[in-house]
């Protein structure tokens, strides 16, 4: 009987007093698929730890149904809609269908290196964006650690962790 209240006081007190929050930071935006990560967040907060997992909407593809969590994880969505970047009209280069081709007047040569030079800025558009949008998330909150899923959740905790000084812990899913 003892045993029994000493546990139902201990996960009380784990609810009512955290032992901290953990920020996990997570680019790619389809967590439903990385059932490691989804355990270690319902392990910490068995553990008593408060769970805030920053990430991106899925971009492209049909995945799972994101998981339920127990009380203590928040999942903040950062909400840059991929189709913004750009608001250059190429209208007078568009097909019947409002596809861009430019085949017609530049060499393929020109092309690839435009599409890698876009890809490119693209990309820093983006982790750029989503940085911002976790400094703001984990701004006014008392951190324990923070996790970097992946090289780009890696480098968005980096940022984070100049912002707050707390420990960062990489998360490869590879």
Not at 110 to 123: A, Q, S, T
Not at 153 to 161: E, I, S, Y
Request: hydrophobic share 45%.
């Amino acid at each position: 009987m003892t045993n029994d209240l000493t546990e139902a006081k201990l996960s009380h007190n784990s609810l009512t007093q955290p032992k901290g929050r953990v920020a996990i930071f997570f680019w790619e935006g389809y967590l439903s698929v990385a059932p490691s990560l989804i355990n270690a967040i319902r392990l910490l907060v068995t553990e008593g730890y408060h769970v805030d997992v920053i990430t991106r909407r899925a971009v492209s593809g049909e995945f799972a149904l994101m998981p339920t969590f127990p009380i203590g994880v928040r999942i903040l969505t950062e909400g840059f809609s991929s189709k913004s970047y750009s608001g250059t009209d190429f209208s007078s280069f568009k097909d019947e269908f409002g596809r861009v081709r430019l085949r017609k007047y530049m060499p393929q040569l020109v092309r690839d290196w435009l599409r890698g030079y876009y890809e490119g800025i693209r990309l820093w558009w983006e982790l750029t964006h989503f940085a911002l949008f976790s400094l703001r998330s984990v701004k006014g909150e008392k951190y324990k650690c923070f996790i970097g899923v992946d090289m780009h959740g890696l480098v968005t905790a980096f940022f984070a962790c100049l912002l707050k000084k707390v420990p960062i812990i990489y998360w490869s899913l590879e």
